[in-house]
C-alpha cells in the first residue's frame, strides 16, 4: 500500500477475492469468497467458540460460562427494558446481531499485522452494514403488519397530535421512519470506517516523520504515536458501542411495531 | 473509497456472505445455544429463589420451635418450683412432728428417771432409818442395858433424823 512514502488510508478497505474463487456466482450474480467473506467467517467461528465456551451448563458458573451469561443475560435485559415481556422472543435475534458486530468490529480492532494477517472489518462497508439494517428493518415492518395490520400506520400519528397539524405529522414521522435502515447502515459503517481511517493516517504520520529523520520524528511522530494509543482505547470503546447501539435501535423499533406508541 | 468504487461488482457477494454467516450465526447460535444458555439462567435463578425460600420457611419453623421451647420451660420451671415449695413444707412439717415426739420420748424418760431417784432416796432413807435404829436398840442396850422396844427406838430416830 506503501509507495515511495504515500499511505493510501482507503486501501485497507479494499474487497480482495482469495483462494482464487473470482468465477463463483449463483445465478449471474459473482459472489467470490473474499477478504471480506473470510473475516466474516472468522466472527462466526470466534462467537461460536464463545458460546460454545460457557454452555457447560454448570449451576456454579466458571468464568467462560459467566461471560456468555452476561452476555445473553444483557441482551435479555435489553430486550425486557425496551419491549417488555413481548421482547423475549427477539433474543435470539438481537443477540445474534449484537456479538456479530462486536466480534467483527473488535477483530477488525486486532493488531494482526505483527503476526502477518492483515485483519479486515467488513462492518466498515456498508454494503454488509445495510444488509444487518434492511433485515432488522423488514422484521419492524412484518411484526408491525403482523400484529397490528393497518392499525400499524397510527405509528405516523403520535399521540397528542393537534388537530391542525395532522396533514404534517404523519409526513415526518413517515420519513423519521423511513430513515431508520439508513441511519443503522451508515452509522455503524462510518464509525468504523472513521476510526480506522484516523488510525491509519497516524500511522502513516510516524512512519513518514521518523523516515524524515530524528527531528520530524521527535516533533510529529511521538506525537502521533501517543495520540493512537489513545484513539485505540477509543476505538475499542466505539466498537463496543456501535454493536449496542445498533442492538438498542433494533429493539427500540421492535417496540414500536409490537407496542406501537 | 473502496465501499463505493467495488460496490458494483462485490455488492452480491458481500450481501451473500453476510446472510449467509449470519444466518448460520442467527440459527445455530441464537436459535440453537443462546435458549440453552439462557435456560441454565433461568435454572439457577429459580434455584436461588427456591432455596431463599427453603432457607425462609426454616427460619420460620426454628422460630416458632424456639417460642414453643421458651413456654415449655417456663411451664416446667413454674412446675419444679411448686414441687420444690411443696417438698421443702414437707420436709419442715416431718422435722416439727419428730422433734415433737422426740421431745415426749425425752421426757418420758427423764420422769421416770426422777421417779426412780426418788424411789432410791426413799429406800436409802428406809434403809438409813432401820440401821439406825437397831444401832439405837444396840447401843442402849449396851450402854444402859435397857431393852428398847423397835417401835420407840424407831419413832425417837426419826426425830432425832429429822429433826
Redo the contacts between chains.
Keep these: 500500500m506503501a509507495e515511495a512514502g504515500k499511505v493510501d488510508p482507503?486501501?485497507q478497505?479494499?474487497?480482495e477475492p482469495m483462494f482464487g474463487t473470482d468465477h463463483w456466482e449463483?445465478a449471474g450474480?459473482?459472489?467470490?469468497?473474499?477478504n471480506?467473506?473470510l473475516w466474516?467467517?472468522i466472527?462466526?467461528v470466534a462467537?461460536?467458540l464463545f458460546?460454545?465456551g460457557?454452555?457447560k451448563?454448570?449451576?456454579v458458573?466458571g468464568r467462560w460460562?459467566m461471560a456468555?451469561?452476561s452476555m445473553?443475560?444483557f441482551v435479555?435485559n435489553l430486550l425486557a427494558a425496551n419491549v417488555g415481556p413481548a421482547g423475549k422472543k427477539y433474543?435470539?435475534?438481537i443477540?445474534?446481531?449484537f456479538?456479530?458486530i462486536l466480534f467483527a468490529n473488535v477483530l477488525g480492532l486486532l493488531p494482526l499485522m505483527l503476526v502477518g494477517v492483515h485483519p479486515f472489518t467488513?462492518t466498515?462497508?456498508?454494503?454488509?452494514t445495510g444488509?444487518?439494517a434492511i433485515?432488522s428493518f423488514a422484521i419492524v415492518l412484518i411484526v408491525g403488519f403482523w400484529r397490528h395490520g393497518f392499525h400499524f400506520f397510527s405509528l405516523f400519528v403520535p399521540h397528542g397530535t393537534p388537530l391542525w397539524l395532522i396533514w404534517l405529522i404523519p409526513v415526518i414521522e413517515l420519513v423519521s421512519f423511513l430513515v431508520r435502515p439508513f441511519s443503522l447502515a451508515l452509522r455503524l459503517?462510518v464509525a468504523m470506517?472513521a476510526g480506522h481511517v484516523l488510525l491509519e493516517v497516524l500511522s502513516s504520520f510516524v512512519i513518514d516523520s521518523m523516515n524524515s529523520g530524528a527531528l520530524w520524528g521527535t516533533v510529529v511522530g511521538l506525537p502521533s504515536f501517543l495520540l493512537m494509543i489513545a484513539i485505540c482505547a477509543l476505538e475499542i470503546l466505539v466498537a463496543g458501542i456501535q454493536a449496542y447501539v445498533f442492538a438498542l435501535l433494533t429493539s427500540l423499533y421492535l417496540n414500536d411495531a409490537e407496542n406501537l406508541h | 473509497m473502496p465501499q463505493i468504487a467495488q460496490l458494483s461488482e462485490t455488492y452480491a457477494s458481500q450481501i451473500f456472505w453476510v446472510l449467509l454467516f449470519f444466518g448460520l450465526i442467527f440459527f445455530v447460535i441464537g436459535k440453537g445455544m443462546v435458549p440453552k444458555v439462557m435456560e441454565t439462567v433461568a435454572v439457577r435463578d429459580k434455584q436461588i429463589a427456591d432455596d431463599l425460600a427453603a432457607a425462609e420457611a426454616a427460619r420460620k419453623a426454628a422460630d416458632s420451635q424456639e417460642e414453643a421451647w421458651r413456654v415449655a420451660a417456663n411451664t416446667q420451671r413454674a412446675e419444679a418450683q411448686a414441687l420444690i415449695a411443696k417438698a421443702k413444707g414437707e420436709a419442715a412439717k416431718a422435722t416439727e412432728t419428730r422433734l415433737a415426739s422426740a421431745n415426749t420420748v425425752i421426757d418420758q424418760r427423764l420422769a421416770e428417771a426422777e421417779q426412780r431417784i426418788a424411789g432410791a432416796r426413799a429406800g436409802a432413807l428406809e434403809e438409813i432409818e432401820t440401821v439406825a435404829t437397831e444401832a439405837a436398840g444396840d447401843i442402849v442396850a449396851r450402854l444402859a442395858g435397857v431393852t428398847v422396844d423397835a417401835a420407840a427406838a424407831r419413832v425417837a430416830v426419826k426425830e432425832a433424823l429429822n429433826g
Aim: net charge negative; proline share 6%.
Design positions: 482507503m486501501h478497505f479494499t474487497i449463483i450474480y459473482s459472489i467470490p469468497f473474499t471480506s467473506a466474516m467467517a466472527t462466526t462467537l461460536f458460546v460454545w460457557g454452555m451448563r454448570q449451576l458458573p460460562q456468555v451469561e445473553t443475560s435479555d433474543v435470539p435475534y443477540f445474534s446481531l456479538m456479530f467488513f466498515s462497508h456498508f454494503s454488509a444488509v444487518l433485515m459503517f470506517m
